[in-house]
C-alpha cells in the first residue's frame, strides 16, 4: 500500500505570489534549488523538491529571521487553499486552531500536535515519516503563520508567550520582535506557546456560511485520505511522528486513533502483526534513513528513532542489519559516490 511518505507535497498556492512580493523571482528560487523552472508551475512536488525550495528561499532571502516573518505577513489571504480559509474564518481562535491541526493531516510532511494546560496552549511541529527533519525556515514560517492566523482573525496584535525552534534562526531580535517573546533555539522541539485566553478570543473574519460549505467537504476527503490505510499503516504514521519524543507505547497511539488498547490489538492481529513488530519496522526504517545523512552523529540518530542510549540502537542495528550503524553507512555512502 502507499505510504504516506511517498505521496507528493502540495505547495501553498501563495508562495510563489507572495515571494515575488518581496523581491524573489520563482526562476532565482528553482535556480538555487538545482530544479527545473517549471517546478513554479507544478501544484504539487515531492517531498525532496519542496524542501530544497523552502531552503532555495530561505538562501536568496538573506538572514532567516527576517525570511520568515516577511513571507509570514506577504501571504495575501484570497490565495489561501480551502483548508487554510477554513481555519481562518473560524469561529475563534481555538477554533481555528483546531481545523489547523485537523486538516494539516492532509498534507504533509510536517504536523501539528496542539494541547491546552496550565492556562497556556502549546502548539508543536512534528515532521512526517519522510526521513529528514524540514529545513529551518519550514519551521520558522509554520510558527509564525500560526501566530498571524490568530493576528489576523481577532484583529489583534497577538503576541506569543514563547517561541523554541531546533536550529538557530539567524536574527532573534528579528524573531522575537515579531512573536513578541523570548526565542529559544537548540532545543529538542519546534513549537509555540500561546496564553489559553487568547483562544477564547472570536474571530472577526468569521464566516458560518463559508464554513458549512468547506468543512463538510474538507473532512469527507480528510476522512477518505486517512481511510485509505489499513490500521497497522496509520499506526506506523503515528509512530514515526512520536519517535523523536520517546517510544510511543501502544496505549498512547490507540487514543491517537480514538480507539481502545485492546481494540488495536484487535485490529492488529486482524491484520496479521502487532504493536511492537510495526515499532520495530519504524525504526529500521527511519534508521536506514537518517545514516544517510552524513550530518547526524550516531548518537541523535539514536535520538530520532526512540532509543534512550546509543548501545540499545547499536545492538538493535546489527540484529537487523548484521553490521554495526557506522559499518553500515560507510558502505551506503560510499556506494553513492561510486
Known amino acids: 500500500m502507499k505510504s504516506r511518505s511517498s505521496e507528493r507535497v502540495k505547495m501553498p498556492p501563495g508562495f510563489w505570489t507572495g515571494i515575488s512580493r518581496l523581491g524573489i523571482a520563482a526562476r532565482d528560487v528553482a535556480r538555487q534549488a538545482q530544479l527545473p523552472v517549471t517546478i ?195 499506526v506506523k504514521v503515528i509512530i514515526a511522528h512520536c519517535l523523536a519524543g520517546g517510544c510511543p507505547d501502544l496505549q498512547t497511539v490507540a487514543k491517537e486513533l480514538t480507539m481502545s488498547g485492546r481494540t488495536l490489538q484487535r485490529r492488529l492481529t486482524d491484520e496479521k502483526t502487532t504493536f511492537k513488530q510495526l515499532l520495530t519496522q519504524v525504526r529500521h526504517e527511519q534508521a536506514r534513513e537518517y545514516l544517510t545523512n552524513p550530518s547526524l552523529d550516531l548518537q541523535e540518530v539514536a535520538f530520532l528513532t526512540g532509543y534512550e542510549d546509543q548501545n540499545s540502537f547499536f545492538r538493535a542495528f546489527r540484529h537487523w542489519e548484521g553490521v554495526t550503524p557506522s559499518q553500515w553507512r560507510a558502505e551506503h555512502l560510499n556506494a553513492r559516490i561510486c
Open 40 to 234: 513554479t508551475t507544478e501544484a504539487t512536488v515531492t517531498t525532496a523538491q519542496y524542501f530544497a525550495i523552502w531552503q532555495a528561499y530561505s538562501e536568496l532571502a538573506g538572514d532567516l529571521a527576517s525570511g520568515i516573518t516577511r513571507l509570514a505577513a506577504a501571504f495575501d489571504t484570497a490565495q489561501y487553499p480551502p483548508a487554510v480559509l477554513a481555519t481562518y474564518h473560524a469561529r475563534d481562535y481555538r477554533d481555528a486552531l483546531h481545523r489547523m491541526v485537523r486538516y494539516k493531516q492532509m498534507c504533509p510532511p510536517e504536523s501539528l500536535r496542539m494541547t491546552e494546560e496550565n492556562g497556556q496552549c502549546t502548539i508543536e511541529l512534528e515532521w512526517g515519516p519522510t526521513g529528514l527533519p524540514g529545513p529551518p525556515v519550514l519551521a520558522g514560517i509554520t510558527l509564525a503563520f500560526l501566530l498571524e492566523l490568530g493576528r489576523k482573525g481577532t484583529g489583534q496584535p497577538l503576541k506569543a508567550q514563547a517561541a523554541e525552534f531546533v536550529h538557530s534562526m539567524g536574527d532573534e531580535q528579528v524573531l522575537e520582535a515579531y512573536f513578541g517573546c523570548a526565542i529559544q533555539t537548540g532545543g529538542k522541539y519546534n513549537r509555540l506557546t500561546l496564553l489559553q485566553s487568547h483562544l477564547d478570543l472570536p474571530f472577526v473574519s468569521y464566516n458560518k456560511e463559508l464554513l458549512e460549505i468547506l468543512a463538510p467537504a474538507l473532512d469527507r476527503s480528510l476522512d477518505e485520505q486517512l481511510g485509505s490505510f489499513s490500521v497497522s499503516g496509520r
